[in-house]
């Protein structure tokens, strides 16, 4: 069906739309000389079914059961062991970056979104400006327009700051890219007891329930909606929460859910996941487990304080974790209870980015007591006060996230956090299919390599439903994913996606048929938010002497040998093809953390100014 011209009719209690095809009627003088003609409206392909997209935040690969953690998450467990876990999936290493790139199946600096839509962090340049442009339409935009009803609720996190009130522009809005219906917060983070709660086209008031709880509920109620007024029409859910960002908040009936299960460390953790993800397949047999990162210290050497505390931390981010697989069976168990599961096509990826390192070494319970936002802090302080206020984590009283050594925990087997483009630790996280009737490897594992801008293509091709030419008269962009459909009945079949860059604030990388070139780059977000201290050096920042390394992810999947010293050549080859992917998809000019912090954007200053009156 051509999309050149575009007409609204009410359907199903919503607003669709589609596209008019010439007019195929006769207009003559009177109405007896003439012949009526109305457009087709769209059509979803024949027993087309309902999707749900399910991207939790903050989880590195090693938390959840379902890839050999030890914190239970019986629904993704569920899921997986009736559909696919792929295994080689990856996310760009940070939030914003990684939804544009998810809805839209480009690249994030593709489309314009190589940082955040926030004024302290997007700069005036095509791969930053933190808007996704109409050539690059979402995949609400193209469902919608294909017969589906169309819903999100949970974190957006890519509308621009500017166009955030309640007078818009709505076009960034999530009724500007798609979805018919939206309730949840559109920014990156959100007290869930207080969140900047949006519905539609407007903020509204809170009810004073956990977040989770009230866009569960809604999702639920959007569709059922939709079922009882169109039976046979399917929907697109994008569910996507704030958990389990920090703050870490949890419900009080399940805060203590796993009080002293975690009293044994973080070096106890990762060895007893290693262990699991060998059992189940997750991981090669002949991998090994990488050292503990400098920055954490051995958990036999903390003081009883710290371990006591450092433990409360890591038990109540379990309880959110936990907690939000929960809110994640109500729609699962509600659509068994309608008879709509088995005609659902679910994709779940489990992080958006790596385990988050912006917990520092000790754990924050408030922002005014982390080196966040209190540049004079002490290290002493930050411990005083965190074993003082113990009892505050999970509470709506509080700014809870984990310290560090839990983020590396949670990331087993890699190397590193959240933001760290160079590394599997920041990029690399689950992803789970699946769909009773289209499923016939029921819990198998898949090793193709795979990344976010893959699940637009991905839906399109097991649906039936072409990429479209063009949305709402504009041409469209070619995508850049790659769908990962050739997998689900072929174990064996080689990877498709074979080249994909990484960049966010410094940090790069490159993928190429099996072979990873990346780099480090200092000062980091982790750097520059450092306790205060007189005597630590001061980092040189210098883009051209960040140190590159190269790995062979086919033999060395979590990148314990570097080898560039071994293959100069081959390194060489792939940082060509990085600064090839950086002209070709607006990476330039580098953007980094320190750019930021010192307000040398022109959006950055005017933040900066903002927060200061």
């Known amino acids: 069906m051509k999309r050149s011209i575009f007409i609204s009719i009410l359907l199903a209690g919503s607003i669709a739309t589609y596209a008019q095809e010439p007019y195929q009627g006769k207009v003559g003088r009177t109405f007896a000389e003439s012949k009526e003609w109305w457009p087709a409206p769209p059509t979803p392909p024949k027993n087309a079914p309902n999707v749900i997209w399910i991207l939790i935040d903050d989880v590195g690969f090693g938390a959840s059961s379902t890839f050999g953690g030890i914190i239970p998450t019986p629904t993704f467990d569920s899921l997986a062991n009736n559909g696919l876990r792929f295994t080689n999936f990856h996310t760009t290493a940070i939030c914003a970056p990684t939804r544009a790139a998810l809805l839209t199946g480009r690249n994030q600096h593709s489309v314009h979104m190589g940082g955040f839509a926030h004024d302290f962090s997007s700069a005036g340049f095509p791969g930053y400006d933190g808007r996704i442009p109409s050539s690059k339409g979402t995949i609400a935009e193209i469902l919608q327009a294909d017969g589906y009803n169309t819903f999100a609720v949970g974190k957006y996190g890519i509308t621009p700051d500017e166009d955030s009130t309640d007078a818009g522009p709505f076009d960034r809005w999530p009724s ?81 859910l796993y009080k002293g299960q975690f009293d044994d460390g973080w070096d106890a953790f990762r060895e007893k996941v290693f262990a699991n993800q060998k059992k189940l397949g997750i991981i090669p047999t002949y991998a090994k487990l990488p050292e503990r990162n400098p920055k954490i210290a051995a958990w036999n050497t903390l003081t009883p304080g710290q ?246 992810l086919n033999e060395d999947f979590n990148e314990r040998v570097n080898l560039a010293k071994k293959y100069p050549e081959k390194l060489a080859e792939l940082k060509q093809l990085f600064e090839e992917d950086a002209k070709k998809y607006n990476i330039y000019p580098f953007i980094d953390w320190e750019d930021l912090f010192k307000a040398r954007t022109i959006n950055s200053r005017k933040s900066f100014l903002l927060r200061s009156k």
């Open 176 to 256: 500007g890219k798609g979805f018919e219906h939206f309730f949840g917060f559109l920014g990156s983070e959100t007290d869930q007891y207080r969140p900047a709660l949006v519905e539609d086209n407007a903020h509204v008031t809170p009810d004073g329930r956990h977040l989770s709880e009230q866009i569960t509920d809604k999702a639920i109620s959007y569709i059922d909606r939709q079922k009882k007024a169109a039976p046979d029409k399917p929907f697109f859910l994008y569910y996507a929460p704030g958990a389990t960002h920090a703050p870490h908040q949890v419900p009080d009936q399940w805060r203590d």
């Open 307 to 552: 371990k006591k505390l450092y433990a409360r931390f890591f038990e109540v981010y379990a309880a959110y974790l936990t907690y939000t697989d929960y809110q994640v069976s109500r729609v699962v168990n509600h659509l068994k209870e309608i008879n709509q599961l088995d005609n659902t096509l679910i994709f779940v990826v489990i992080g958006d980015n790596g385990a988050s390192k912006e917990g520092t070494q000790e754990g924050v319970i408030e922002y005014k007591y982390s080196p966040r936002r209190n540049r004079t802090l002490t290290r002493a302080q930050a411990e005083k006060y965190n074993e003082e206020h113990l009892e505050e984590i999970g509470t709506p009283a509080s700014d809870a996230n984990y310290p560090i050594g839990w983020a590396q925990a949670a990331n087993t087997p890699f190397k590193y956090w959240k933001q760290d483009a160079n590394s599997e630790g920041g990029t690399h996280n689950p992803l789970i299919v699946f769909y009773p009737k289209g499923i016939k490897d029921k819990g198998g594992i898949r090793n193709q390599y795979g990344h976010v801008i893959d699940l637009l293509p991905t839906t399109l091709e097991f649906i039936g439903i072409p990429f479209p030419e063009t949305i709402k008269g504009i041409k469209q962009d070619s995508l850049q994913g790659t769908s990962l459909v050739y997998a689900f009945d072929n174990a064996n079949a080689p990877s498709r996606h074979t080249q994909q860059y990484y960049y966010i604030f410094g940090s790069r990388a490159i993928y190429k048929d099996g072979w990873k070139a990346g780099a480090a780059h200092h000062p980091d977000y982790f750097d520059l938010n450092d306790y205060a201290d007189s005597t630590r050096p001061a980092i040189t920042r210098d883009f051209d002497k960040d140190e590159w390394e190269l790995y062979n």
